[in-house]
């Protein structure tokens, strides 16, 4: 079988960066999508190998390009979007602005909808994809001066369960995977008196890895993972339940 494509959007740091490398050392070819860090971008390149690829998930016509050259540089339509990459923009809703609102939404939810109807024709017409959507329990819990960030992840799951619905006759799965707090620079910024508190109430006593979160996307990505769509899976160390 010809070797499947992956494209994993905010696929240079942090947890994208892992996905990226685990779907490679799975067997992929894999492209790596990031927005403004080139140093970043150019060291994880460096390392692993993988392509990367600058454009803003927030604009659908850059995604459109971004698809395209992607796909025209690794030789085939993508079979596999990841869906990653997020940003925060906390604050209380009494002192949100409306541009950290839209940035957040725009980035964390109208992105999905940008990158999968980029994908789609040619998944469809493969009657083959995977699309694995990255939210957060706080999409499910909806946590404290994340208004914006709740209600983006938590749109992401309406996304997840619609579009599943609509593409499963095409052999395209659609899931999503809900992270509780894992070790990224995201996660770094939080103050540390914070952190303790959060870790108290982590059942297994410690935040995630970003390794945790890519073997759960390598899982849902394989051939054989066809049967399950339209799914979350939480990864919280215990946290949350549904
Ligand atoms: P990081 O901040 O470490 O990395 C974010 C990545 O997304 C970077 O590669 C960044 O690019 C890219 N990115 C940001 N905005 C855009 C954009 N507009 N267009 C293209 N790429 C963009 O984030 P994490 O690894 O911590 O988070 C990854 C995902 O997991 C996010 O969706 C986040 O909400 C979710 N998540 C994270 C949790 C955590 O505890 N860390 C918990 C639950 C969910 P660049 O390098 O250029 O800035």
Not at 134 to 154: D, R, V
Request: proline residues 2%; hydrophobic residues 40%; neutral net charge.
């Amino acid at each position: 079988m010809t070797q499947r494509i992956a494209l994993v959007t905010g696929g240079t740091r942090g947890i994208g960066a892992a996905i990226s490398l685990a779907l490679k050392n799975a067997g992929y070819k894999v492209a790596a999508n990031y927005a403004n860090n080139d140093t970043a971008a150019t060291e994880f390149a460096k390392v692993t190998g993988v392509a990367t690829y600058k454009w803003d998930i927030s604009d659908y016509e850059a995604c459109q390009q971004g698809v395209k050259m992607v796909s025209t540089d690794l030789g085939g339509p993508i079979d596999i979007l990841i869906n990653n990459a997020g940003i925060t923009r906390d604050g209380a809703m009494h002192k949100m602005t409306p541009e950290n609102w839209g940035a957040v939404i725009d980035t964390n939810l109208t992105s999905a909808f940008n990158m999968s109807r980029s994908v789609l024709d040619s998944m469809r017409d493969n009657k083959f994809g995977r699309i694995i959507n990255i939210s957060s329990m706080n999409g499910q819990l909806g946590q404290f001066g994340q208004t914006n960030y709740s209600a983006a992840k938590a749109g992401i799951f309406g996304f997840t369960k619609a579009l599943a619905r609509e593409t499963a006759s095409r052999s395209i799965t659609v899931n999503a995977i809900a992270p509780g707090y894992i070790a990224t620079e995201m996660v770094k910024a939080v103050k540390e008196d914070i952190m303790k508190m959060i870790v108290s109430n982590i059942p297994v006593g410690r935040i995630g890895e970003p390794e945790e979160i890519a073997r759960a996307v390598v899982f849902l990505a394989d051939d054989q993972a066809s049967f399950i769509t339209g799914e979350t899976l939480s990864i919280n160390g215990g946290q949350y339940m549904e």
